[in-house]
């Protein structure tokens, strides 16, 4: 019989999309992998071999700790189910329990569980997750990808000028300006490419007199399926730059912190990532850089790393 484990991820599209690693990991090692994520479901199709399924109710825990030979659970504060896992979890199996903490700040040493993944914030996410394949669980194989199988009849970014401008995300803090996004898509637009904005149905009001062509979505699948097709994407910091980058699609990424670019930047593909420059004050109680980081992200800079990024895809 083959060990079973379980992943439990953030709820987050870029989360999702990470965690896989591991899941497509333990499943090249033998393992029968569950992974339960409440964002991903429907793209099942893009990973056949790795069942999604949406997170438990409290009720269903002693089942599911009684289910597992391993349970990885990424630490959130906020979300009770995971709380109570890792609590009820540590004390009946602290063994099986492996808690992965997936924040960018050196104070990760001071949490309670670190050993059980030993995350370092320099390297991304899905490294540190084959980092702990590696040198926690000691496994022979580890997976580069996640486990994403492309639909029949898609063609890999049939429309190669087509960009993706994706200027929206999970918190308002991490958006880069609209007029920003606008003066950029021109930019591209005058370079010949093909801008379309995906600003997500919620935000669609907001972006239809931007003067761009816009594209909603009915699911994920598709808008993974419009994304496997485009040349590129641009966008803030949020789960659709790792979609992108996981289908092997170039990103440019704007983040307002370079310690979260470090640990959160897409890493299956190489991109470009822009950050406000380390030289702008960050002291303790006045937070220049971080509360007015979109000041210090100039369009040009934005121009110059896309023009970048077509240079290092044409060498």
């Known amino acids: 019989m083959p060990q079973t484990a379980a ?12 965690c896989l690693v591991l899941s497509q990991t333990l499943h090249l090692n033998g393992f029968q992998v569950d992974t339960y994520q409440n964002t991903l479901g429907s793209m099942q199709n893009w990973f056949p071999l790795l069942p999604v399924q949406p997170y438990p109710s409290l009720e269903q825990l002693p089942r599911i700790l009684n289910s597992y030979d391993w349970c990885f659970v990424v630490h959130n504060e906020a979300n ?12 009946r ?10 924040y960018p700040s050196p104070n990760i040493v001071h949490e309670p569980y670190y050993a059980d993944c030993l995350t370092d914030p320099t390297l991304s996410v899905a490294e540190n997750l084959r ?3 590696r040198n926690v669980m000691h496994l022979p194989r580890t997976a580069e990808g996640n486990g994403f199988v492309v639909p029949e009849g898609l063609v890999f970014r049939k429309y190669p000028k087509r960009i993706v401008m994706h200027p929206t995300s999970g918190k308002v803090s991490k958006n880069w300006p609209k007029e920003k996004y606008v003066k950029l898509a021109l930019h591209l637009q005058h370079l010949g490419y093909q801008p379309v904005f995906v600003p997500g149905r919620a935000e669609m009001a907001l972006w239809e007199n931007s003067g761009f062509e816009l594209a909603d979505f009915s699911n994920l699948d598709a808008l993974a399926r419009f994304m496997y097709e485009s040349g590129y994407l641009v966008g803030n910091d949020s789960g659709l730059g790792h979609m992108a980058s996981a289908m092997g699609i170039r990103t440019l990424i704007v983040c307002r912190r370079k310690a979260v670019a470090k640990l959160w930047a897409p890493s299956f593909t190489r991109g470009v990532v822009l950050t406000p420059s380390a030289f702008i004050p960050n002291i303790r109680g006045l937070r220049l850089r971080d509360k007015h980081w979109h000041k210090f992200i100039s369009v040009n800079k934005a121009v110059r790393a896309f023009e970048s990024l077509i240079y290092a895809e044409n060498r």
Not at 93 to 102: A, D, G, Q, T
Request: net charge positive; hydrophobic share 45%; glycine share 10%.
């Open 131 to 133: 980092n702990l394949a």
């Open 7 to 18: 992943v439990f991820c953030h709820n987050g599209l870029g989360d999702g999309v990470n």
């Open 93 to 102: 199996f602290p063994e099986k329990i492996k808690v992965i903490y997936l």
């Open 80 to 91: 009770e189910f995971v709380r109570q896992l890792i609590a009820e979890g540590k004390r």
